[in-house]
C-alpha cells in the first residue's frame, strides 16, 4: 500500500502544496510546529533517507535549499532549521522548520492549528518567494 505521501503527490489526499518538479514535492505540514513548517519529499517512494540513490538524495537536498530560502524569505526567523526522522511516515521526508530559537525545533512541543485558509494564506507566501 502507497504510504501518505505517495497518495499526496498522486492528488488522491489533498494537501497545501508549496512546489514540485519531476522528482521532489514540498507541502506544508498539518501539524505544524511553527508558521511555515514545510515537509519535502522525494516523488518516488523510499522508506529510510540513505537508501535514496546518490543523485536523488543530492537533489532533494538542492530541492530542499530552494524551499528553506523561500520560507526564510515569506517568515523572518534565524534560520530555518531541518530534521530527519522519518519514524511516523514509511517515506523519506525532510522537515524544513523556521526557527527564532532552537527549542523551536523540539517535536515534543505543542502543535499550532491553521484554518484551511490560514494554511493556503501560508503555501502561497512561500510559493511568492519561489
Do not use: W
Not at 40 to 50: A, G, L, N, Q, T
Not at 68 to 92: D, N, S, Y
Not at 115 to 129: D, G, L, M, N, V
Amino acid at each position: 500500500m502507497a504510504s501518505i505521501f505517495s497518495r499526496i503527490v498522486a492528488g488522491e489526499i489533498p494537501c497545501y502544496k508549496v512546489a514540485e518538479d519531476d522528482r521532489f514535492f514540498a507541502f506544508l505540514d498539518i501539524n505544524p510546529m511553527v508558521k511555515g513548517h514545510t515537509l519535502v519529499i522525494p516523488k518516488r517512494e523510499v522508506d529510510y533517507i540513505f537508501d535514496l540513490e546518490d543523485d536523488e538524495l543530492a537533489g532533494l537536498h538542492l530541492f530542499a535549499k530552494r524551499i528553506a530560502k523561500a520560507q526564510k524569505a515569506a517568515f523572518p526567523c534565524q534560520r530555518i532549521g531541518m530534521a530527519v526522522l522519518g519514524m511516523e511516515v514509511p517515506h523519506t521526508h525532510i522537515h524544513l522548520i523556521p526557527l527564532q530559537k532552537e527549542s523551536d525545533m523540539l517535536f515534543s512541543n505543542p502543535k499550532l492549528s491553521f484554518t484551511p485558509e490560514e494554511f493556503e494564506e501560508i503555501a502561497a507566501k512561500i510559493r511568492e518567494q519561489l
